[in-house]
């Protein structure tokens, strides 16, 4: 449904001969004056034969109701003086007929219909194509009138109702997607009822404003925002009361409802669990209709009830009149008070919405075209393989789920498109002939062309595909939201839960079974809380306990609703021929809404030459079904070669600085890991100034893992931590990477820091 008021632009319409006797184009209906408008005038509504519904101030609407095609305007001014009880002479006709002229409402001298400019709104239904013409909707929709009976209504909402709090909450759907997609057949079901109850959707709207007594129009599909959508029209609507046409607005959900209990019923005749999907889709079908922010059924909910037929025309004067200056203006105030306070909270809330929805589709772009390319190209593999196989049901999945990529993808491309149209059109015309605002103009459009460019220019990790661990909240897709430390959580009391008893042991996914002839060093995790989980085993041994020199700090949580931690910091004085001194940080999780973070810091000072300098630093952080957790490693050594012992003083302030490793194992709970590393270069910086003061030029930097006293310095790094909130079943691990640089400066260290959040 949609309504523009009895204003047009102003273009060329060829003007009557004087004394031309005015008839109405073809197609013009009129539904007379609004009932439970929210104006304090109410409008009168016209429909044109394209559909495009119009408002009319009562006077221009009794000059159109008195135009036949057989009264001149001496009959016509008679006609409306009585109407509306006023003097109304034949000049008056003559001003008001050209006033309804450019509307498209009336032929032209020539006895011609006239072809007038459609509204062309940005969030409108865009590329229609009719499949239903208005004789034959009223043919078929008729037999579906009786289900809006009250007693039927009533029935079919409990039943809804009691199906679905079932479904969701007693049988759940895990056994229905397990079933859907172990046999693609049943999956190609649950999509073309999904399809079919959209189009049956509409079918509630039309069969709805027939009960009410209106006449339903053409039914169709086209594209709305970025997805195909069918319509209905039912304009004729207008001419009912309230009720009436929010019994039409909410005659497609009721049909949804409908469609959940007819398959709840062939589920309990066939006993496909697959078919349990349609109900949620249904539910999810509706939850979205319910937005009132674009035009879907929420949409017109509220416009009926507010009785403002087109509420994104209230936007611009609503805002307006949010201004001082402004409020008792009369663009303003042609609302009744209380649906001037509801249209304002509307446009407060839709305005901002709708812009962070095109600034973060901006900025978020690359990201989703690489995910697009990325599931096409898994798509597409999947069709090749199943094609092989014959498989012709998975064939048809692995094509539904490349339509299902590519058309949002083209339907984004094609709204930015739009709108750039659209706001370049504008300005054009805002600037034409007017230097001073053709050089803002400009600047203007230099300086979107440089966002732009700065969101969308392919460098770095830009258009990586989105990860399952992310999770995608408004600050990440900000430019530098995605850096912001995280501080780790505080400690909060572990609720006692029991073990489970037998579980499945499962491997990762990919890993290979292990045989009696090749068998796999693992370590097994035991979940607890989920008497359903598996045991997952990990393809590599439990840590060995440290040895002597060795720095150690294992976590293995699975507690849910715990902070469990462990930090373990060392120094080390290395006067054998072998230097081999390991540093771990082993964060191992699986529990629900738990933290689990292990810390190792070490210092190893090697006096005197050593043959053999082969450290290790590792950092390892591994977590399954871990939901809404954080898992964190962090590893972070420092190697450091003196020609001899130092003195007492060096030592004395070496002890001194390493002393403040104590209270940073008490404060670490409440920093961010950005702050952690920071403590732990400072400790490195100053005991390295110590040494250069007192060993300036006998102090040798040796590399981790050199066999021989080779000038040379190692670090190695990873990402700054990210949390997770929802890890899929299978395992993830994230060693270390190592990389070797030559410093620009040349201080006497080998140093490794590592740090390794979990990562799906």
Known sequence: MSVTSGTAPDRDVQAPRPGAVPSRADGVRLIGEMSGSGYRRPPALVRRADGQVLQLTPLLYRVLEAVDGDADHAVIAERVGRAVNRRVGARDVEVLLDKLRPLGVLRLADGTDPAPRKANPLLGLRMRCVISDEDTTRRVTAPFTWLFHPLVVVALVLAFVGVSFWVLFEKGLAGAAYEAFEQPSLLLLVFAVTILSAGFHEFGHAAAARYGGATPGAMGFGMYLMWPAFYTDVTDSYRLGKAGRLRTDLGGLYFNAIVSVVVFGVWLVSGWDALLLVIATQLLQMVRQLTPLVRFDGY???????????????????????????????????????????????????????????VLMVLTLPRIIGTAVRGVEQQWAGLGAAFDEGDLALSAVRVLGIVAIAVPMAGILYLLARMVKRAVLKVVTWSSGKPGRRAVAVVALLAVLAGLAYAWWPEGDRYRPIQPGERGTVQDALPMGASAPRALPADTEAAPVAVAAKRKVVLPQGAALPTKGKPIPAMVLTPVGNPTAPRLVYPFQRPEPPGPGDNQAVVINTTDGSVQYEVSFGLVWATED???????????????????????????????????????????????????????????????????????????????????????????????????????????????????????????????????????????????????????????????????????????????????????
């Open 300 to 358: 017109h909910v509220l416009a009926d009830l507010t009785g403002v037929p087109d509420l994104f025309q209230r936007i611009k004067p609503t805002l307006l009149g949010l201004l001082p200056n402004r409020w008792r203006s009369p663009e303003t105030t042609v609302l009744k008070p209380w649906a001037r306070v509801v249209v304002t909270l509307w446009v407060v809330v839709v305005v901002p919405v709708l812009l962070l929805s095109f």
């Open 578 to 760: 072998k230097v081999d001194n390991r540093n771990e940080a082993w964060a191992l999780a699986s529990c629900q809404n738990c933290a689990t973070v292990a810390i190792a810091f070490q210092i190893v000072l090697v006096v005197g030459k050593a043959n053999v300098v082969i450290p290790e630093n590792v950092a390892v952080a591994v977590n399954h079904t871990c939901v809404d957790c954080l898992t964190y490693a962090l590893a972070s050594q420092l190697v450091v070669t003196l020609s001899g012992e130092p003195d007492e003083a060096a030592k004395a302030e070496i002890a001194a600085i390493w002393g403040r490793m104590t209270g940073l194992a008490d404060r670490v709970q409440g920093m961010t890991t950005t702050q952690i590393q920071a403590e732990f270069d400072s400790v490195k910086r100053d005991i390295l100034t110590v040494l250069q003061n007192h060993d300036p030029v006998t102090t040798t930097p040796v590399p981790p893992s050199s066999p021989t006293g080779t000038t040379g310095a190692t670090t190695t790094t990873t990402p700054n931590p990210t949390e997770s909130s929802s890890i899929p079943p299978s395992s993830s691990t994230s060693p270390a990477p190592s990389s070797s640089e030559q410093p620009t400066t040349s201080p006497p260290l080998s140093e490794g820091s590592s740090a390794v959040p979990t990562s799906p």
